[in-house]
Structures are given as structure tokens and as C-alpha cells.
């Protein structure tokens, strides 16, 4: 098996795959010298089944060139494969988990790293016994995450208009949170477990959050009426949403949450649909990057 295995999703990005396979021949020759293997995936899920087996076959590098939903596949491939790292190019929406780890986004630059990458271990959260690598939520975000994927675009201004258009009629639920030994009565707008810092899009949810340090940030905002909404907005641009006092910040290794009423959530921005409850937990230095 060839070093390095790129797993390569040519719906992720916009008009940018012949970009993609120039500059991975100008890095790395040709997919013949036997270096490393291209597989493209074929639809949902078939990500995290190639990286198995790649990581089975003895690869040394699973690269996962897509954005955040690509990047979550692989990861869930790899979990539990010793002696696999996950590596990324990035080339989606907003490359949250890439934007943590400062991988550059100029995908030659990515690619010249993976020549001679640094090895470290990240950990892993989970929702639902779903794995996610950047953040996970329940609410708001949520709710655009999922009109996010009906949208028929991708990109930032896709982004930002569905978020301003769900705004206008998304209502909190009233939620139950037991973590740390204590139980929270409160309403949700959006209750965030971030395991690395931001969304994506530099978006910092949890500017303070640490990959290595086996606690996941948890992010409450109970209600988001417009002077708050402004307050969050700025606070995740500048990475200062801690001290704006828009949302309320606490550490976790693991925390069960129940709905009055059914309620969405997403795990690296792919919804994942409705439930009433939550298990959200936590998996210390499960993955291996190369970075």
C-alpha cells in the first residue's frame, strides 16, 4: 500500500478539482510512481469506508481533501486505526477543523506540508455515539445546518443568508442539562460542545477550545433577541465571544441533555435530525493528525 491515501470528495468547493489534481502531480508525481493512491468517493458515507480500508491495507497518511463533512468521514474511519493519521486539504465551506489545526487553505501549501508532516493526537467528541471532530450542537445552528444543505449553493454568503432568513422564526426549547454532577433547567437557542475552537469560516464558537486537553467547551445561548445577536456575531468574528457576555461558557467531559419538544442537532455541520435526547461524550487523543 502506497504511504499516503487521498480521499478526494469532487463535490466539495466550487470549480476547483482540475486545481486539485495539477497541483497534487506537481507534489507528489504521478499517481504511478506507487507514492500514494487517489480515491474519489462516491456519495455519502463511502469516506469513512475507504479510510478503513486504507488504514487496514497499512497506509501511513489518510488525507481527507473535502471540507468539514468530508473530514469528519475519514476521521470516523480512522478512529481506533493505530498507526493511521488523518491528514486534510481542505477545500470546502468553511474548513473549521483545518482552520484549528492552521492548515493553509492554498491547497499547494497543504500539500506541501503532507511531504513532511508533524505528528500529534487529537480528541474526539461524540453526540448520539456520532463522532465529531470540530463541534457539535443542538438548536439554532442546527437549524442552519440543515438549510444549509437545501440550499442548492455552498459558500459563505449561502451561509450567512440562511442564517439571517432562519433568525427571523427559529423559537428556543426548554431543555434539562446534567453535567458535572449538576442539573441545568434552561431554554436553548443553541447549546454548542466545541472540541476545537470554530465552526468554520473563522466563526469562533470557542476561541478558549483545546484539542489535547479532554474537555469539550460547552456554549449556551438561552435566547437570542437582536442586541444579543449582534453581540455573538461580533464576538465569534473577533474571537472574543467569551468576554461579551452573549453566552455562557463551561467545561465538560461528558453531559446528557433532554428536550420538551424535538429538537435539531449536527455534528461537524451535517444535521443529523430531531430527537428529544442527547448523550454527548467524549473519546481522549482517539485520533492521530498529521499536520
Known sequence: ???????????????????????????????????????????????????????????????????????????????????????????????????????????GAALRRLRQPAFSRMDVGTLNGRPFFCTAGLGFDARVSQQFALAGSRGLSTYLRVTVQEYQTFEPVPVVVETNGLTLHTDCYVLAFANASQYGNNAYIAPNADLQDGLLDMCLMDALPPWRAV???????????????????????????????????????????????FEIGLLPLALEVAV
Open 231 to 277: 453581540q455573538v456575531v461580533l464576538g465569534m468574528a473577533l474571537g472574543t465571544l467569551p468576554r461579551t457576555g452573549g453566552a455562557a461558557y463551561s467545561h465538560t467531559r461528558s453531559a446528557t441533555v433532554r428536550a420538551a419538544t424535538p429538537i435539531g442537532c449536527h455534528a461537524d455541520g451535517d444535521y443529523l435530525g430531531h430527537a428529544t435526547e
Open 1 to 107: 500500500m502506497p504511504r499516503t491515501c487521498f480521499i478526494f470528495n469532487p463535490t466539495a468547493g466550487t470549480g476547483r478539482r482540475a486545481d486539485f489534481l495539477t497541483l497534487l502531480a506537481r507534489q507528489f508525481g504521478s499517481e504511478a510512481s506507487g507514492d500514494y493512491v487517489l480515491c474519489p468517493t462516491e456519495g455519502p458515507g463511502h469516506a469513512t469506508e475507504l479510510a478503513r480500508t486504507a488504514a487496514q491495507a497499512g497506509c501511513r497518511v489518510v488525507v481527507a481533501v473535502g471540507g468539514d463533512g468530508t473530514v469528519n468521514e475519514v476521521g470516523c474511519g480512522l478512529l481506533h486505526q493505530e498507526g493511521t493519521a488523518m491528514g486534510i486539504v481542505p477545500r470546502g465551506s468553511g474548513n473549521g477543523l483545518a482552520r484549528h489545526l492552521k492548515v493553509p487553505l492554498n491547497l
